[in-house]
């Protein structure tokens, strides 16, 4: 694994349009955007809040521990015109089926949403992590103004 660079959610913050993710692995960090919907749904997962019925992406992992899966990790693959594009990686194994691992194309967004309610591990390809801006400058200036940002302890 070499090749890929293990990342965690460093902090989400509300923006105008929607919500900002930086990611970081402790010496850079990255930032990129996604629906407001979803931003709470990972706020909501990182600060153990549970809701009084489930939201689509504890539906989506509620089914797949039923049928004997669980999200094994999450790889960001590439940055195509500030979008971003991840896969999923699931691994099943119950009475009908031996263990399998399956791979699915998948927002960024979702991902990280169903990684933070499984605590799966969440990688970036090395060659894509080496392309990205380091956005820390920003996640620290935004620290020192005093900004409250989600998803930080």
């Not at 105008?16 to 706020?43: H, M, R, T």
């Not at 489930?54 to 992992?61: A, I, K, N, R, S």
Request: proline content about 6%; overall charge negative.
């Amino acid at each position: 694994m070499a090749d890929l660079v293990k990342v965690d959610p460093v902090a989400l913050l509300p923006t105008q349009a929607g919500c900002a993710v930086f990611l970081g692995d402790g010496s850079k960090a990255i930032v990129f955007y996604i629906e407001p919907a979803i931003g709470a749904s990972i706020n909501a997962a990182l600060a153990g809040q549970q809701p009084p019925r489930p939201l689509t992406h504890d539906l989506f992992v509620d089914a797949l521990r039923t049928l004997g899966a669980e999200v094994q990790r999450i790889l960001i693959v590439k940055v195509e015109d500030d979008v971003f594009y991840a896969r999923l990686f699931l691994q099943a194994e119950n009475e009908i089926m031996e263990k399998k691992i399956i791979e699915l194309d998948a927002r960024p967004s979702d991902c990280i949403a169903l990684a933070v309610r499984q605590s799966a591990p969440l990688y970036v390809l090395k060659s894509v992590w080496d392309e990205l801006k380091d956005m820390t400058p920003v996640l620290e200036e935004l620290r020192d103004k005093g900004m409250e940002l989600e998803g930080e302890d």
